[in-house]
Structures are given as structure tokens and as C-alpha cells.
């Protein structure tokens, strides 16, 4: 692009930047508290058509009527409002994809100095948890994308259509992208333009990146898409798993965090699990077993037991495999009960459970 059009786009911007200020003083005073420039125009990275993304930071809800949608020299604008409450908050705590507009915003105009303060302080706190080494907080909400993804991939799964496939994948494609993000704790700079670029340059991804990213976008039917949208979600997830296996500090059983498990477990699962294998209610143990993997597996995850795999068992025509596996990791539950000098909770008559529960 030649200086020539540069400046002509600068004189524009300045034109449609002093019009909105104008505005914000006049008819919105108590209503818009800071305007800034983000995007293209304030990374520099703009061409001819390059919209202007103003970021305008509305107190009220009043403030709202400063917003427009037009088109002047073929070149749309949307001059919308960002909500503290809402978007700045979410992005303070890089819940929200589009945190550079916080972090990077170029403050144009700000009613008052209580506002830039309070804009600095959310700006602050969302650099601090970036500047964070990789550790549970990032990787929490790395997986959140994950579980979005897998929710997209399973619409991708529901239909048939190829506008249909294609728009899951590419939803798909937005979630993977923000989980890669998050768990380099880092954020988006330069718009979905530059995506494949930014993420390149991050020092984790997953294997074979380039090919597995490509290949979502390159795909021309629907099995391709769903194969490829697959390849990619598992190679991120096998990425996050990786760190998270190396940097997040994992639970382990101890006398405290234990306490009441074991009898919890006999109380909501076993006796379920023997009345409905007794009396052969296929379904009645199908959800039974649901409930004792579960709760294992919650277990694993917040208290650092033994992992166990009791679905494997499940057979509705022989269910007394399952039945003998549930108990089998039931006492090897109680031996992690054992470990920690911690003693079942029992009692034989109900003056015994009444001088331990009126005592305790």
C-alpha cells in the first residue's frame, strides 16, 4: 500500500475517531467512559477495506445509543459498545478470546481518570495471569475450549449435510484454536487473519501442527472433515494432557481428604449395584455402574486414588462380572483407607452409631 493511500485512510479514521468522541461528549457524558483503538489500525496491520474497531467502554446502559452499523467507501463499520461488567471482566481474567483489546487497547478518550484507573487495574490483572508460568489455571480453561469442541464435534457426527459439517468443523476449529492459545497463557493478537500464523510461533503445539490444522480447512467431504476435525482435536487434547501431566501439582489420598469416601461409595453404590444385579435389571445396573465409575473417577481426580476402569466389566447378559469387579475395587478403595490410618466407619447396633454421631 503506498503512503498516499495511508494517509488518505489515516484522514478517514481521524474523521469517523473525532465524530464518535464528539458524540461521547455531547450526548453521553456520564454514559461512555474510555474509546480506544483496537485491531487492524492499531497493530498496523490493515489494508484497503480494513474496518475501524473502536472499543468503547459504556457505564450505562444508555450508553448503547451511541452505537451505529453504516457503510462508507465500501467499507463497513460497527460502532458497538464493550460493557465493564461483561466482556472486560471476562477478558481480565482471559475468559474471553478477545483479551488483546484490553491488553493492547490504544486509549483515545476517557471521560474520566477513575475510568482509565479502573481500566488499568482490569488491563493489569489480565497481563499477571499471562505472565503466569503454565500450570492449572491456564490449562483449566484450555479444556473448557476442549469440551466445546467435543461438543462441536458430536453436531459434526448428527449431520449429514455438508454446510452443516462443514460449519461444526470450522466451530470446532475456533474452540481448538483458543485452547491452543490458553494453554501457551497467551492470547490472540491480530485477529483471525493472522491465526495460523501467531499460533506457529508458540512454543507448544501439537505434533505435526501445520498438516493437522490444514487439513480441517482442506478437507472436501464430510467423512474427510469428521476424520480430520477428529485428528486435530486429538492431537490438542493429547497436547494438553502432556502438560498437564507435567506442570500441575496432582492430588494424593491423606488421612483428611479422604474421610467419608469409602462409606459414601457402600452408601450410594453398592447395595445399588447388588439389588440390581440380583434381580437382572439390565438397566437398572447399566446406570448403577455409570454412577460407581463416576465416582471413582472423581475420586482419582480430587483425592489422588487408584484409578479404576469398572465399565470394562459391564456385560447386561453377565452381570455379575461387573458385580465382582465393583467389589474388588471397593476393597482395593479400602486399602487407600488403610494407607492413610484412617478406619472404616462401622457399627453393629444404633446406641453405638448414636454415642459416635451425638460426640463427634
Request: charged share 30%.
Amino acid at each position: 500500500m503506498d503512503d498516499a493511500l495511508k494517509q488518505k485512510l489515516a484522514e478517514k479514521n481521524k474523521k469517523l475517531i473525532d465524530m464518535v468522541i464528539e458524540r461521547a461528549k455531547r450526548d453521553f457524558p456520564d454514559d461512555i467512559a474510555i474509546i480506544g483503538l483496537s485491531g487492524s489500525f492499531a497493530t498496523g496491520d490493515f489494508h484497503e477495506k480494513s474496518d475501524l474497531d473502536l472499543i468503547i467502554v459504556n457505564n450505562t446502559n444508555e450508553g448503547w445509543g451511541i452505537s451505529s452499523g453504516f457503510i462508507l467507501d465500501d467499507v463497513g463499520y460497527d460502532i458497538y459498545c464493550t460493557p465493564w461488567e461483561t466482556r472486560l471482566e471476562q477478558q481480565s481474567n482471559l475468559d474471553n478470546p478477545g483479551v488483546s483489546s484490553l491488553t493492547e487497547l490504544q486509549i483515545l478518550y476517557c471521560a474520566k481518570p477513575e475510568y482509565l484507573e479502573r481500566f488499568n487495574a482490569l488491563k493489569q490483572k489480565a497481563l499477571d495471569a499471562m505472565a503466569k508460568p503454565i500450570g492449572a489455571d491456564c490449562l483449566n480453561r484450555a479444556k473448557k475450549h476442549i469440551d466445546l469442541a467435543k461438543q462441536n464435534y458430536a453436531d459434526m457426527m448428527l449431520k449429514d449435510e455438508m454446510g452443516a459439517v462443514r460449519y461444526a468443523s470450522a466451530n470446532l476449529m475456533y474452540n481448538l484454536v483458543n485452547a491452543i492459545v490458553n494453554i501457551n497463557n497467551t492470547c490472540i493478537k491480530r485477529g483471525i487473519k493472522r491465526y495460523f500464523e501467531e499460533l506457529s510461533a508458540y512454543s507448544h503445539l501439537p505434533e505435526n501442527f501445520e498438516t493437522l490444522y490444514m487439513s480441517v480447512i482442506e478437507a472436501k467431504t464430510t467423512d474427510a472433515i469428521r476424520e480430520t476435525s477428529r485428528s486435530f482435536m486429538i492431537g490438542v487434547i493429547q497436547l494438553h494432557d502432556a502438560l498437564h501431566q507435567k506442570h500441575v501439582e496432582k492430588p494424593v489420598p491423606t488421612y483428611e481428604n479422604l474421610d467419608g469416601t469409602y462409606e459414601e461409595a457402600w452408601c450410594n453404590l453398592r447395595n445399588k449395584i447388588l439389588a440390581s444385579v440380583a434381580a437382572k435389571d439390565k438397566s437398572y445396573a447399566f446406570f448403577a455402574a455409570e454412577g460407581a465409575q463416576n465416582y471413582f473417577d472423581e475420586m482419582t481426580t480430587d483425592r489422588g486414588t487408584k484409578k479404576f476402569d469398572l465399565m470394562q466389566y459391564f456385560d447386561a447378559d453377565n452381570l455379575d462380572t461387573f458385580k465382582d469387579a465393583f467389589l474388588k475395587a471397593l476393597d482395593e478403595y479400602q486399602r487407600e483407607y488403610d494407607k492413610v490410618g484412617r478406619k472404616v466407619v462401622r457399627f453393629d447396633t444404633f446406641e453405638e452409631v448414636y454415642d459416635y454421631y451425638m460426640n463427634k
